[in-house]
């Protein structure tokens, strides 16, 4: 298949995100978990913008073993700054840019056609003469007059650069345009260039555009992570990427990318920036892999291709999410019951099941807490098999916690004692000697449910005991017995559910 080469400019054009500031370690720290993802380019900096900037392009070029870039305008002393800011670089790449555009050239650059090519001939030799990779990008290329775009690229390739990319830079142009375009100038230079595109989100085109380039003939393509950038942003390469991946079949490409490492890449970059992900943003938002509507639950747990066109895990995300509200079935309802630990005959479910929606009409998410309150209060009425009766704890900073715990069952009393790493673990191995059989405590919380120095505590714990988890509360003003009661109660909640008993 032919490979894409992917150029990632999150530490360039995603920093001119308006309000964006990355710190130099901030940059270092995304420049690596690119480097991990697989990504081809790392375009670092502009480092002409300022010392700063130059500095962190410096550090990225330095500590990467990936193709490190640096964004210069068609001028000397930006192409010189570049070269001293990258040279470092196990792989160094000089990217050399002016706008081609009518509009940009009388407008901003004050420079007519000659002096454009003159300034690309001259800037463009000049990087070549510097590094061995050189790519040029002719800004504002889809509202330029493409005989003039094809001088421009001519140009370039004549002195050395061996990607010419073409920029959407306002996310003008429309894909069927943008395939036209594209094959015309792979026509005119993809034996002797890499053809590459640099779309931006403006009309929300940049993905499609991207791909219409592809089917085009582009070998190159450039995007952010997240799709951050100026105005709307760039091309999202997450979805370009999964787009690739997922329809293999119709672009007969592919990439150098872990898609596994997709999701977490994504995280820590919406954390370092600031810019959150939408719930509903394509590949990576948290309600891609989450289903509420009970027709679309009962199809995904049934078989999760019949809503999901790609698994969670091929983007690094750990499972598909089932959402229970006011549309959820009867089918996710049950299955999340289980999951939970609890198996209802038809009578209860219903009972259940009729309570849930009650619930739902009136909050839009039911958390598992919901659930299980559910059907604690509503089908459950469990017998205390084990009682608690007495405990002593012995605790301090010089040796283990020890804790002597007495339980009553069916008459019994039986005590036993252990050791733990403090008083309430010390308590807990004691009442596993009781009750037998494996009960790892999963999550333990405390808070206090009334104010005053005698406030009552309320313990509420997490045990797993046969793959599946059970909880507990229990409330005192002392918080050890409340987190004792907490523990015993779980115990007897989850044989209850099940109508075991242990014949102690």
Known sequence: MKKITILDTTLRDGEQTPGLVLSASGKLEIAQRLERLGIDIIEAGFPASSQEESDAVRQIAASSL???????RASEGDVIKGWE????????????????????????????????????????????????????SCEDATRSDPDFLEEAFAAAASCGASTLNIADTVGFIMPEEFERLVERMVASFGSSAAIGVHCHNDL?????NTLAAIRAGASHIEGTINGIGERAGNCPLEEAIMALEVRK???????????????????????????????????IGENVFAHESGIHQHGVLSNPLTYEIMTPQSIGKDR????????????????????????LNENMLNKAFDEFKAIASKKSVIADEDLEAIVWSQMVSPL??????????????????????????????????????????????AIMKIVGGEWPLESYSLKAVTEGMDALGEATVKVRHDGRLNTGKGLSTDIIEASILAYINAINRTLAVRNETTGC
């Open 85 to 136: 800011a990258i040279q470092a670089a196990e792989s160094p790449r000089l990217h050399v840019f002016i706008a081609t555009s009518e509009l940009h050239m009388a407008h901003k650059l004050h420079m007519g056609k000659s002096e454009v090519l003159d300034a690309i001939r001259s800037s463009v030799s000049l990087a070549a003469s510097l590094a061995s990779d050189v790519e040029f």
């Open 204 to 208: 929300g085109l940049a993905v499609a």
């Open 66 to 72: 990936a193709c490190v870039a640096a964004l210069c």
């Open 320 to 343: 598909s999410t089932i959402i229970l509200g006011k549309l959820s079935g009867r089918h996710a309802f049950s299955d999340r019951l289980e999951q939970l630990g609890y198996k």
């Open 249 to 283: 079949d119709y672009y007969q490409v592919q990439t150098n990318i872990n898609t596994k490492a997709i999701y977490r890449t994504s995280q820590r970059v919406a954390e370092l920036t600031g810019i959150p992900i939408p719930a509903v943003k394509a590949v």
């Open 384 to 429: 205390e098999e084990y009682k608690l009766e007495t405990f002593q704890i012995n605790s301090s900073n010089i040796m283990k916690a020890m804790a002597s715990i007495t339980i009553s069952c069916n008459g019994r009393h039986i005590t036993e004692a252990a050791t733990g790493s403090g008083p309430i673990d010390a308590a807990y191995n």
